[in-house]
């Protein structure tokens, strides 16, 4: 396995189920090596067959399937050109599946996304961030652009740009017969992704419609908005479906109108971490207070945060949420150590059975209308996803399709090693130990361990490409959930919460010790490394322990008092710190690295992109330069046009230029290999 392998994958997302149960469409995303981007298509797969899965479209960027009620049309989104002839818009398409060319039909100036049929199959709901009252062809601009003028203390997201708040998404609706879509909200705030009721009288939605959220602890509605509205409202015409004072992630309907949802109804004080679980509201509208089903089950319901380098870009895709057949359970999916796994919600008591195996990730699916089969896309330690089905009469899953399968076969893998550690303190920890190709216990091999960001997301059995690459090179890597990884239940992720970093670096060498003690480790060529949380734990290991050779600090954190006043997001209520540092910094100052620069002895890499607003590139280059005054070796690599996401989902040459600098990197500090590029 090497960097440039990246290049030849392929990744299925977003696997939408006929309501027949009988085929699935999907994205299906591939790397333009010549152009440097992902193209997608909507590719179409026959359930109850053996023949492989065939294009449906061939645009560069066609996604989001939706069948219609009937399944004989396909909806999808497809990237065109703008009204100035160079910014792509995605548009709304609609395929015939018994033959045909596909069919534009929306034309809206800042595109159209997310569609969803009516039940009768005639309309479709979406998003678009048109403005009509904005958007009429502007005079000539200046050569330079005005400047801004900020209000708001959220004002750029990281991938998204500077927020536009005149073309927020909103809700629309438009007849298959017409020819002008229609509007039906507005406002200063952005809709979430619409969903026809079952009688087909509301189109439903999720927001936080708060005028100053950023103050208050997170809270996301449902509301519901009529079809028939003449004139589109910024409030009055909208119904508040749910009387829930929380946060809800998603939702589904039954076809009786009852409505499922994941959340999380918050805690006081604010928690860094709330976990998500399952509720039922019940009755007419407004709906009544939630009904909270898995009181009982102490992990994350509707799947965690699972990581992978390896999840589709671009592809899009949501986790499957639907009522099971008979209507006497909900189909969800739980992260359960390291694991994301379709599941079965009782609506009678709240037991969970768990229906996938342990040792693979749902990455992304749906249900039938009528619960009875589910397409998913599953991964593990071996495949970054496949298309498969589970059926509820059978309970089996079969695999479908592995667009990965030669690829994989070509590339001789090491194994993977699951295992449970005891922490300092007998708190027990999962890991994983990808060895090389040929492993041989006889032989002292040099050890990389790997951080997870987050902190609140997890490791487990999703297909890390960069590691394997590594292993390929001769490398050990190690990876672990250490205390603040999710799917091991409330107080597993929330015991950090004002103590980050801390124990969980300490969960961290103990994972280095168990796998030292095995023999087969040279302790003289350990290097780690770590993204966003991980790069500031990595930052704060080197400080404190010296075990390491070498060190790469990705996308990281290194000075919380310039953290909170630059991220993307606002930290004003205490999460993550007590006070604001206005008030008090002196956890800020605790916490902060770059503080501790002067007892670093490690020599380390940073790698950060120019337009990462989550972890503004400040940070690495505060790392850098506290380094660079005491004439400590330190390299930065920055990638310009690229956000957090880099290492997931930049430019693929800028993905393979990523992992070949991590292994450049290590190879001359742990192999003793040139690197000239680097000064060295």
Not at 191 to 196: E, K, L, N, T, V
Not at 214 to 231: F, I, R
Request: with cysteine.
């Amino acid at each position: 396995m090497r960097e440039d392998d990246l290049l030849r994958f392929t990744w299925i997302a977003d696997p939408q189920i006929a309501p027949d149960g009988r085929r699935v469409a999907f994205t299906h995303v591939a790397v333009d090596a010549e152009a440097d981007d992902y193209r997608t298509a909507i590719w179409v797969a026959e359930l109850d067959g053996d023949d492989a899965p065939r294009p449906l479209t061939y645009g560069a960027g066609d996604s989001q399937p939706r069948w219609s009620p009937d399944g004989s049309l396909l909806a999808f989104v497809r990237k065109v050109a703008g009204q100035d002839g160079k910014d792509d818009q995605g548009q709304i398409y609609v395929l015939p599946l018994v033959g045909g060319e596909a069919r534009q039909v929306t034309r809206l100036a800042k595109g159209a996304s997310q569609p969803a049929w009516s039940p009768d199959g005639k309309r479709l709901a979406f998003l678009s961030g048109t403005n009509p009252a904005k958007d009429e062809p502007e005079p000539l601009k200046p050569k330079n652009a005005p400047g801004r003028v900020i209000t708001r203390p959220v004002w750029r997201f990281n991938g998204a740009g500077f927020l536009d708040w005149e073309h927020l998404d909103q809700i629309w609706v438009q007849d298959l017969d017409g020819e002008t879509a229609r509007q039906l909200t507005t406002g200063d705030h952005a809709a979430g992704a619409p969903r026809w009721s079952s009688d087909g009288r509301w189109i439903l939605f999720l927001a936080d419609r708060r005028a100053e959220p950023w103050y208050e602890e997170p809270l996301n509605a449902l509301y519901g908005v009529s079809p028939e509205l003449a004139a589109p409202t910024a409030g009055d015409a909208l119904s508040t479906a749910v009387a829930f004072q929380g946060y809800l992630s998603s939702f589904t309907e039954s076809t009786d109108g009852r409505i499922a949802g994941i959340g999380s109804l918050g805690g006081h004080p604010p928690r860094s971490h709330d976990q998500e679980d399952l509720f039922l509201l019940a009755g007419d509208w407004p709906r009544g207070e939630p009904r909270l089903l898995t009181a009982d089950f102490d992990f994350d319901l509707g799947g965690g945060a699972v990581g992978s380098d390896q999840h589709p870009p671009r592809g899009g895709g949501a986790m499957p949420l639907a009522f099971a057949a008979g209507g006497d359970a909900v189909l969800t999916v739980v992260g359960r150590h390291g694991a994301a796994r379709l599941a079965r919600v009782s609506l009678a008591d709240g037991a969970v059975t768990l229906l996938t195996d342990e040792d693979r990730e749902v990455v992304s699916g749906s249900v039938t209308p009528d619960g009875s089969r589910a397409a998913l896309c599953l991964g593990d330690v071996t495949r970054p996803g496949v298309l498969a089905v589970w059926d509820s009469l059978t309970g089996v899953v079969k695999d479908l399709w592995d667009p990965n399968a030669e690829l994989l076969a070509a590339a001789a893998l090491g194994e993977v090693e699951g295992f449970w550690y005891p922490s300092f303190d007998g708190q027990m920890v999962q890991a994983w130990l990808v060895k090389p190709p040929g492993f041989d216990p006889r032989v002292r091999y040099p050890l990389i361990l790997q951080i997870h960001g987050g902190p609140h997301t997890a490791y487990g059995v999703g297909f890390f490409h960069e590691f394997h690459v590594l292993a390929a090179a001769g490398y050990l890597v190690l990876y672990t959930n250490p205390r603040g990884s999710t799917t091991y239940g409330q107080d597993f992720a929330n015991v950090i919460q004002y103590r980050y970093p801390g124990d969980d670096a300490r969960d961290l060498l103990a994972a280095v010790d168990l796998v030292v003690a095995r023999d087969y480790v040279d302790e003289a060529r350990m290097g780690v490394t770590g993204g966003s949380g991980g790069g500031l734990l990595t930052n704060w290991l080197i400080a404190l322990d010296h075990r390491f050779a070498a060190a790469l600090t990705q996308r990281c954190v290194a000075d919380w008092l310039g953290f909170y006043h630059s991220a993307d997001f606002c930290m004003f209520t205490p999460f993550w710190f007590r006070r604001p540092p206005h008030e008090d910094e002196t956890e800020y100052l605790e916490r902060s690295p770059v503080r501790l620069a002067a007892q670093i002895e490690t020599p380390l890499m940073i790698i950060h992109s120019e337009d990462d607003w989550r972890t503004p590139i400040a940070q690495g280059e505060a790392m850098f330069r506290a380094l660079k005054a005491q004439k400590k070796p330190t390299v930065m690599v920055r990638f310009p046009a690229e956000s957090h996401e880099l290492s997931r989902s930049g430019a693929p040459s800028r993905r393979v230029q990523n992992q070949q600098h991590i292994r450049r990197w290590f190879d001359h500090w742990l192999q003793g290999k040139e690197a000239p590029e680097y000064g060295l």
